[in-house]
């Protein structure tokens, strides 16, 4: 189904465990989630699966809250999220995008090999979302994460 | 979210781990999980988180696919999954009535507490999964299961 998946992937100049926390800990994740100057208002974020993941996101000072679950942790490898689901397994009625994102870290010479693939449920609603700038904004996000953590965590 | 959920709850006189066994391996699942005369075939499963739940119901000469995805497998003790994912959380599309199931089993004096929660997108969901005969279907399926686990004491 590779028509509905999209895929990002890039070497970051930063350590893995640090990608991981950076990720996982919403006192991180707000500083380099979304691309500047939009923002991050709140996270909320239980790390298992079934846990939520709830986003609030401020983009020309409108809020827009992002709901969903964590669906997979392997702790510094792989985060697996969604909003097709909440907390404790919760179908949602009208998801937005409708997708699943998986995040896979790997050790590499230079920092972290870093794979971000988003799986969507037509090859419509894929296309909606390159259209919307997953490339450009995902790419975006994984270079402010690494500017992040080298300039504040190293 | 309480009036989205169904939940059946029963004490069953079998062991957790075959109940277990019943609910997650396929060669056990064709014997218990459809209300007779109604069956169950080519049952695949793969126990992991992110794996497929596929098999075909037979009700009355109709044959009915049924995708599914694997949340969690926490061995004897809780068996999760949903119709709204398919392998590796693939999002599908055309779901008109998306829910996830959790099964938890602990120990009861007599042999297993049984608890099936089954999460809707809707409370009207619900209600019409409750009007198809959940709490009948399910009642039924259980008692299939319990005599069905009893004759795999060994």
């Known amino acids: ?154 | 979210m309480t009036d989205h959920n169904l939940v059946l709850h029963r004490v069953l006189k079998a062991p957790r781990h075959l109940i277990y066994a019943c609910w997650t391996q396929p060669e056990h699942m064709v014997h218990w999980f459809m209300p007779k005369p109604h069956f169950i075939a080519d049952v695949e499963i793969d126990l992991r988180p992110g794996g497929k739940y596929l098999s075909t119901m037979h009700i009355d000469g109709n044959v009915m696919p049924s995708v599914g995805c694997v949340l969690e497998a926490i061995p004897d003790r809780r068996f999760a999954f949903t119709n709204m994912m398919g392998e590796d959380w693939q999002p599908l599309p055309g779901i008109d009535m998306g829910f996830s199931a959790t099964i938890d089993l602990s120990d009861a004096p007599e042999g297993t507490v049984y608890h099936v929660t089954a999460r809707h997108q809707t409370a009207e969901i619900a209600a019409s999964h409750e009007a198809m005969g959940f709490s009948q279907g399910w009642g039924l399926v259980a008692t299939q299961l319990e005599a069905y686990a009893q004759s795999l004491v060994k």
């Not at chain 1, 991981?20 to 691309?35: D, G, I, Q, Y």
């Not at chain 1, 809250?65 to 392997?74: E, F, M, Q």
């Not at chain 1, 010479?109 to 904004?137: K, L, P, V």
Request: include cysteine; aromatic fraction near 8%.
């Open chain 1, 1 to 154: 189904m590779t028509d509905t998946t999209l895929t990002l992937h890039r070497i970051l100049r930063a350590p893995r465990a640090l990608v991981w926390e950076c990720w996982t800990s919403p006192e991180h994740l707000r500083n380099w989630f979304v691309p500047r100057p939009h923002t991050i208002e709140n996270v909320e974020m239980d790390l298992m699966p079934g846990g939520r993941f709830n986003t609030l996101m401020k983009v020309d000072g409108n809020l827009y809250p992002n709901d969903g679950s964590i669906i997979a942790v392997d702790t510094g490898e792989r985060l697996v999220f969604t909003d097709l689901l909440l907390a404790g397994w919760q179908p949602v009625a009208e998801p937005g995008l409708g997708f699943t994102a998986e995040l896979i870290l790997r050790d590499h010479a230079e920092g972290t090999d870093y794979t971000a693939i988003a799986r969507h449920r037509t090859a419509e609603s894929a296309a909606q979302h390159e259209a919307m700038g997953f490339h450009d904004g995902w790419g975006t996000v994984a270079s402010q994460l690494e500017e992040y953590i080298r300039e504040r965590l190293m």
